[in-house]
Protein backbone atom coordinates (compact mmCIF):
# COMPACT_ATOMS: atom_id res chain seq x y z
CA UNK A 1 0.00 0.00 0.00
CA UNK A 2 1.38 3.28 -0.90
CA UNK A 3 2.85 5.57 1.62
CA UNK A 4 0.26 8.42 0.35
CA UNK A 5 -2.63 6.32 1.11
CA UNK A 6 -4.33 8.20 3.41
CA UNK A 7 -2.76 11.42 2.65
CA UNK A 8 -4.08 14.88 -0.10
CA UNK A 9 -1.77 17.21 -1.56
CA UNK A 10 -2.37 20.88 -0.66
CA UNK A 11 -0.34 23.62 -1.93
CA UNK A 12 2.15 20.65 -3.45
CA UNK A 13 2.26 19.45 0.22
CA UNK A 14 1.08 15.92 1.12
CA UNK A 15 -1.18 16.44 4.42
CA UNK A 16 -3.25 13.43 6.25
CA UNK A 17 -6.79 13.45 4.67
CA UNK A 18 -8.57 11.55 7.30
CA UNK A 19 -11.70 13.00 9.19
CA UNK A 20 -14.31 11.97 11.52
CA UNK A 21 -18.05 12.56 10.97
CA UNK A 22 -20.62 11.08 13.57
CA UNK A 23 -24.37 11.49 12.60
CA UNK A 24 -27.19 11.97 15.80
CA UNK A 25 -29.67 9.88 15.48
CA UNK A 26 -32.49 10.70 17.71
CA UNK A 27 -35.71 11.92 18.72
CA UNK A 28 -36.87 15.67 19.26
CA UNK A 29 -38.37 16.93 22.38
CA UNK A 30 -41.58 17.73 21.20
CA UNK A 31 -42.94 21.12 21.63
CA UNK A 32 -39.66 22.42 23.84
CA UNK A 33 -37.50 23.87 22.11
CA UNK A 34 -34.50 24.56 24.61
CA UNK A 35 -35.02 21.05 25.88
CA UNK A 36 -34.11 19.89 22.41
CA UNK A 37 -31.24 22.14 21.96
CA UNK A 38 -29.90 21.03 25.51
CA UNK A 39 -29.96 17.27 24.34
CA UNK A 40 -28.23 18.46 21.04
CA UNK A 41 -25.19 19.17 23.28
CA UNK A 42 -25.08 16.70 25.17
CA UNK A 43 -24.82 14.27 21.94
CA UNK A 44 -22.27 16.68 20.52
CA UNK A 45 -20.20 16.71 23.72
CA UNK A 46 -20.46 12.72 23.51
CA UNK A 47 -18.98 13.21 19.51
CA UNK A 48 -16.41 15.00 20.20
CA UNK A 49 -15.02 13.50 22.86
CA UNK A 50 -14.41 10.51 20.35
CA UNK A 51 -12.64 12.57 17.85
CA UNK A 52 -15.66 13.84 15.79
CA UNK A 53 -15.09 17.15 13.61
CA UNK A 54 -18.08 16.71 11.54
CA UNK A 55 -21.89 16.21 13.54
CA UNK A 56 -24.79 16.02 11.26
CA UNK A 57 -28.67 16.07 13.05
CA UNK A 58 -31.88 14.63 11.24
CA UNK A 59 -34.28 16.79 9.23
CA UNK A 60 -36.20 19.44 11.86
CA UNK A 61 -34.76 18.07 14.74
CA UNK A 62 -35.52 21.40 16.72
CA UNK A 63 -38.74 21.88 15.72
CA UNK A 64 -39.78 18.43 15.04
CA UNK A 65 -40.87 16.13 11.91
CA UNK A 66 -44.72 16.40 12.36
CA UNK A 67 -44.68 12.77 11.71
CA UNK A 68 -48.65 11.48 11.94
CA UNK A 69 -49.53 15.23 12.46
CA UNK A 70 -52.89 15.87 10.75
CA UNK A 71 -53.83 19.33 11.87
CA UNK A 72 -57.11 18.90 11.37
CA UNK A 73 -56.77 18.78 8.02
CA UNK A 74 -59.22 17.86 5.06
CA UNK A 75 -60.35 19.06 1.71
CA UNK A 76 -62.55 22.01 2.57
CA UNK A 77 -62.53 21.07 6.14
CA UNK A 78 -61.65 24.31 8.66
CA UNK A 79 -60.78 22.74 12.02
CA UNK A 80 -60.02 24.79 15.51
CA UNK A 81 -58.10 22.21 17.30
CA UNK A 82 -55.96 21.71 14.07
CA UNK A 83 -55.05 25.48 13.92
CA UNK A 84 -54.12 25.26 17.98
CA UNK A 85 -52.02 22.50 16.87
CA UNK A 86 -50.36 24.63 14.39
CA UNK A 87 -49.95 27.50 16.71
CA UNK A 88 -47.79 25.19 18.85
CA UNK A 89 -45.76 24.06 16.01
CA UNK A 90 -45.08 27.35 14.88
CA UNK A 91 -44.09 28.59 18.59
CA UNK A 92 -41.38 25.76 18.47
CA UNK A 93 -39.98 26.68 15.40
CA UNK A 94 -36.43 29.56 15.52
CA UNK A 95 -35.89 32.37 13.74
CA UNK A 96 -32.75 32.38 11.27
CA UNK A 97 -30.73 34.12 12.87
CA UNK A 98 -31.86 34.01 16.03
CA UNK A 99 -30.92 33.00 20.08
CA UNK A 100 -31.35 29.30 18.99
CA UNK A 101 -28.81 29.96 16.06
CA UNK A 102 -26.53 31.66 18.31
CA UNK A 103 -26.34 29.00 21.10
CA UNK A 104 -25.91 26.60 18.00
CA UNK A 105 -22.98 28.62 16.91
CA UNK A 106 -21.74 28.63 20.67
CA UNK A 107 -21.65 24.77 21.06
CA UNK A 108 -20.08 24.54 17.45
CA UNK A 109 -17.18 26.47 19.00
CA UNK A 110 -17.29 24.85 22.21
CA UNK A 111 -16.90 21.55 21.06
CA UNK A 112 -14.87 22.47 18.01
CA UNK A 113 -16.89 20.98 15.53
CA UNK A 114 -18.37 21.26 12.38
CA UNK A 115 -22.45 21.43 12.68
CA UNK A 116 -25.11 20.48 10.44
CA UNK A 117 -28.61 21.10 12.05
CA UNK A 118 -32.27 20.29 10.67
CA UNK A 119 -34.73 22.90 11.85
CA UNK A 120 -37.83 24.15 11.47
CA UNK A 121 -36.96 28.05 10.88
CA UNK A 122 -39.87 30.67 10.84
CA UNK A 123 -39.89 33.47 8.67
CA UNK A 124 -43.06 35.59 10.29
CA UNK A 125 -45.63 32.84 9.89
CA UNK A 126 -44.47 30.98 6.94
CA UNK A 127 -42.35 27.82 8.06
CA UNK A 128 -39.32 25.93 6.58
CA UNK A 129 -37.59 22.60 6.96
CA UNK A 130 -34.64 24.04 6.44
CA UNK A 131 -30.89 22.68 7.66
CA UNK A 132 -28.16 25.16 9.17
CA UNK A 133 -24.40 25.16 8.69
CA UNK A 134 -21.70 26.14 11.37
CA UNK A 135 -18.51 26.38 11.76
CA UNK A 136 -15.66 24.82 14.25
CA UNK A 137 -14.85 28.81 15.15
CA UNK A 138 -18.74 29.29 16.03
CA UNK A 139 -19.69 31.16 12.99
CA UNK A 140 -23.08 30.80 11.13
CA UNK A 141 -22.24 29.80 8.13
CA UNK A 142 -25.73 29.97 6.63
CA UNK A 143 -28.78 27.72 5.28
CA UNK A 144 -30.36 26.04 2.91
CA UNK A 145 -34.33 25.51 3.02
CA UNK A 146 -35.93 22.56 1.62
CA UNK A 147 -36.83 23.54 -2.16
CA UNK A 148 -39.71 20.82 -2.37
CA UNK A 149 -41.69 19.53 0.92
CA UNK A 150 -43.44 16.12 0.15
CA UNK A 151 -47.02 14.98 -0.06
CA UNK A 152 -48.78 17.06 2.89
CA UNK A 153 -46.01 18.99 4.52
CA UNK A 154 -46.84 21.08 1.98
CA UNK A 155 -49.25 21.97 3.84
CA UNK A 156 -47.19 23.89 6.80
CA UNK A 157 -44.22 24.17 5.04
CA UNK A 158 -42.94 26.48 2.75
CA UNK A 159 -41.09 26.69 -0.42
CA UNK A 160 -37.18 27.16 -0.64
CA UNK A 161 -35.88 28.79 -3.72
CA UNK A 162 -32.64 29.06 -5.57
CA UNK A 163 -30.94 31.21 -3.28
CA UNK A 164 -30.18 28.88 -0.03
CA UNK A 165 -27.85 26.13 -2.24
CA UNK A 166 -25.43 26.67 -0.89
CA UNK A 167 -21.68 24.21 -0.88
CA UNK A 168 -19.24 25.60 2.06
CA UNK A 169 -15.57 25.21 1.05
CA UNK A 170 -14.20 23.88 4.94
CA UNK A 171 -11.43 22.50 5.82
CA UNK A 172 -12.98 19.67 5.88
CA UNK A 173 -14.37 19.49 2.98
CA UNK A 174 -16.85 21.12 0.58
CA UNK A 175 -19.98 20.95 2.61
CA UNK A 176 -23.76 20.66 1.41
CA UNK A 177 -27.33 18.86 1.77
CA UNK A 178 -30.01 18.34 0.75
CA UNK A 179 -33.10 17.66 2.81
CA UNK A 180 -35.00 13.98 2.39
CA UNK A 181 -36.74 13.70 -0.47
CA UNK A 182 -34.95 16.45 -2.28
CA UNK A 183 -32.39 13.83 -3.28
CA UNK A 184 -34.65 12.07 -5.28
CA UNK A 185 -34.55 14.95 -7.91
CA UNK A 186 -31.77 14.73 -10.18
CA UNK A 187 -31.27 17.96 -11.16
CA UNK A 188 -31.13 19.32 -7.14
CA UNK A 189 -28.53 17.18 -6.73
CA UNK A 190 -26.23 17.68 -10.16
CA UNK A 191 -26.56 21.73 -8.62
CA UNK A 192 -25.03 20.06 -5.67
CA UNK A 193 -22.50 18.20 -7.59
CA UNK A 194 -21.96 21.26 -9.74
CA UNK A 195 -20.47 23.29 -6.31
CA UNK A 196 -17.98 20.72 -6.19
CA UNK A 197 -19.81 18.95 -2.85
CA UNK A 198 -17.49 16.59 -1.37
CA UNK A 199 -19.08 15.70 1.96
CA UNK A 200 -23.12 15.50 1.30
CA UNK A 201 -25.50 15.62 4.30
CA UNK A 202 -28.77 14.06 3.45
CA UNK A 203 -30.65 15.16 6.59
CA UNK A 204 -34.48 12.90 6.40
CA UNK A 205 -37.43 11.44 7.60
CA UNK A 206 -37.28 8.22 5.55
CA UNK A 207 -36.27 5.23 7.87
CA UNK A 208 -37.37 3.28 4.75
CA UNK A 209 -35.20 0.39 3.90
CA UNK A 210 -35.12 1.19 0.00
CA UNK A 211 -33.99 4.92 0.84
CA UNK A 212 -30.40 3.15 1.63
CA UNK A 213 -30.47 2.59 -2.22
CA UNK A 214 -31.08 6.15 -2.94
CA UNK A 215 -27.84 6.63 -0.78
CA UNK A 216 -25.60 4.40 -2.39
CA UNK A 217 -26.77 5.55 -5.72
CA UNK A 218 -26.06 9.16 -4.46
CA UNK A 219 -22.84 8.28 -3.03
CA UNK A 220 -21.24 6.56 -6.36
CA UNK A 221 -23.42 8.81 -9.11
CA UNK A 222 -21.47 12.19 -7.00
CA UNK A 223 -18.26 10.94 -5.94
CA UNK A 224 -19.22 12.06 -2.47
CA UNK A 225 -19.74 10.77 1.28
CA UNK A 226 -23.16 11.17 1.77
CA UNK A 227 -24.23 11.26 5.28
CA UNK A 228 -27.86 10.83 6.08
CA UNK A 229 -28.93 11.57 9.15
CA UNK A 230 -32.86 10.09 10.41
CA UNK A 231 -34.57 10.74 13.99
CA UNK A 232 -35.37 7.13 15.87
CA UNK A 233 -38.61 7.67 17.80
CA UNK A 234 -41.12 5.95 19.58
CA UNK A 235 -44.85 6.90 19.95
CA UNK A 236 -43.94 8.25 23.30
CA UNK A 237 -42.05 10.74 21.82
CA UNK A 238 -44.51 12.26 21.18
CA UNK A 239 -47.37 14.60 22.60
CA UNK A 240 -50.43 12.77 22.82
CA UNK A 241 -53.32 13.69 20.70
CA UNK A 242 -56.24 11.68 19.23
CA UNK A 243 -55.93 12.94 15.90
CA UNK A 244 -52.17 11.49 15.01
CA UNK A 245 -52.00 8.97 12.35
CA UNK A 246 -48.82 6.88 12.84
CA UNK A 247 -47.47 4.46 10.41
CA UNK A 248 -45.54 1.57 12.87
CA UNK A 249 -43.13 -0.38 11.69
CA UNK A 250 -44.21 -2.98 14.21
CA UNK A 251 -47.94 -4.67 14.78
CA UNK A 252 -48.25 -2.90 18.46
CA UNK A 253 -49.43 0.55 19.18
CA UNK A 254 -47.68 0.68 22.77
CA UNK A 255 -45.80 3.79 23.88
CA UNK A 256 -42.81 2.18 23.41
CA UNK A 257 -43.51 1.09 19.46
CA UNK A 258 -40.94 2.63 16.62
CA UNK A 259 -42.71 4.87 14.34
CA UNK A 260 -39.50 6.12 13.03
CA UNK A 261 -36.96 4.15 13.18
CA UNK A 262 -33.92 5.42 11.74
CA UNK A 263 -31.59 4.27 9.41
CA UNK A 264 -28.64 6.82 9.88
CA UNK A 265 -25.48 6.22 7.20
CA UNK A 266 -22.69 7.14 5.88
CA UNK A 267 -21.13 5.67 2.58
CA UNK A 268 -18.13 6.47 1.06
CA UNK A 269 -17.64 7.55 -2.41
CA UNK A 270 -16.26 4.10 -3.71
CA UNK A 271 -19.94 2.92 -2.46
CA UNK A 272 -18.75 1.16 1.21
CA UNK A 273 -20.83 1.20 3.64
CA UNK A 274 -18.70 3.11 6.57
CA UNK A 275 -21.27 3.04 9.32
CA UNK A 276 -25.07 2.27 9.97
CA UNK A 277 -27.67 1.47 9.16
CA UNK A 278 -29.29 2.04 12.40
CA UNK A 279 -32.63 0.60 12.79
CA UNK A 280 -32.99 0.05 16.50
CA UNK A 281 -32.08 2.71 18.82
CA UNK A 282 -31.20 5.93 19.26
CA UNK A 283 -27.18 6.86 19.50
CA UNK A 284 -24.00 7.97 17.19
CA UNK A 285 -22.84 6.80 13.77
CA UNK A 286 -19.32 7.82 13.44
CA UNK A 287 -16.89 6.81 10.60
CA UNK A 288 -13.42 8.12 9.46
CA UNK A 289 -13.64 9.90 5.86
CA UNK A 290 -10.81 9.68 3.74
CA UNK A 291 -11.18 12.87 1.55
CA UNK A 292 -8.85 11.02 -1.37
CA UNK A 293 -11.84 8.27 -2.15
CA UNK A 294 -13.56 11.52 -3.76
CA UNK A 295 -10.31 11.47 -6.13
CA UNK A 296 -10.26 8.14 -6.38
CA UNK A 297 -13.59 7.65 -7.36
CA UNK A 298 -13.55 10.39 -10.57
CA UNK A 299 -10.99 8.24 -12.42
CA UNK A 300 -13.31 6.49 -13.70
CA UNK A 301 -16.76 8.88 -13.46
CA UNK A 302 -17.62 12.54 -12.42
CA UNK A 303 -20.72 13.83 -13.19
CA UNK A 304 -20.18 16.95 -14.03
CA UNK A 305 -16.80 16.72 -15.28
CA UNK A 306 -15.27 14.68 -18.01
CA UNK A 307 -18.90 12.42 -17.74
CA UNK A 308 -21.07 15.18 -18.43
CA UNK A 309 -21.96 15.79 -22.15
CA UNK A 310 -22.54 19.39 -21.89
CA UNK A 311 -22.62 19.76 -25.48
CA UNK A 312 -26.01 17.89 -25.22
CA UNK A 313 -27.56 18.26 -21.85
CA UNK A 314 -27.59 21.66 -20.07
CA UNK A 315 -28.56 23.22 -16.41
CA UNK A 316 -29.15 26.28 -15.51
CA UNK A 317 -29.98 27.25 -11.89
CA UNK A 318 -31.64 30.09 -10.73
CA UNK A 319 -30.19 31.12 -7.44
CA UNK A 320 -32.13 34.49 -7.29
CA UNK A 321 -34.15 34.72 -3.87
CA UNK A 322 -38.16 35.06 -4.60
CA UNK A 323 -39.68 37.18 -2.59
CA UNK A 324 -43.71 38.22 -2.92
CA UNK A 325 -43.40 41.67 -2.48
CA UNK A 326 -40.57 43.94 -3.42
CA UNK A 327 -40.55 47.93 -2.28
CA UNK A 328 -39.38 50.04 -4.71
CA UNK A 329 -38.75 53.53 -3.48
CA UNK A 330 -37.82 56.38 -5.01
CA UNK A 331 -35.27 59.35 -3.90
CA UNK A 332 -36.63 62.69 -5.43
CA UNK A 333 -34.52 65.58 -4.77
CA UNK A 334 -37.36 68.59 -3.33
CA UNK A 335 -35.91 71.92 -6.18
CA UNK A 336 -35.85 74.92 -3.45
CA UNK A 337 -37.13 77.51 -5.93
CA UNK A 338 -37.95 80.17 -3.18
CA UNK A 339 -36.68 83.79 -3.74
CA UNK A 340 -33.29 84.53 -2.09
CA UNK A 341 -33.23 86.77 1.46
CA UNK A 342 -32.33 90.50 0.59
CA UNK A 343 -28.88 90.93 2.80
Partial sequence: MSALNNTTPVNGVFQSSIIRASIIQASTVYNDTPKTIEKAEKLIAEAASGGTELVVFP????????????????????????????????????????????????????????????????????????????????????????????????????????????????????????????????????????????????????????????????????????????????????????????TDWYDDQEPDSIVSQGGSVIISPLGKVLAGPNFESEGLITADLDLGDVARAKLYFDVVGHYSKPEVFNLTVNEHPKKPVTFVSKSVKVEDDSEPEDK
Wanted: hydrophobic letters at 35%; a neutral charge.
Fill in 59 to 246: EAFIGGYPRGFRFGMGVGVFNEDGRDEFRKYHASAIHVPGPEVEKLAEIARKYNVYLVMGAIEKDGYTLYCTALFFSSEGRFLGKHRKVMPTTTERCIWGYGDGSTIPVYDTPLGKLGAAICWENRMPLYRTALYAKGVEIYCAPTADGSKEWQSSMLHIALEGGCFVLSACQFCRRKDFPEHPDYLF
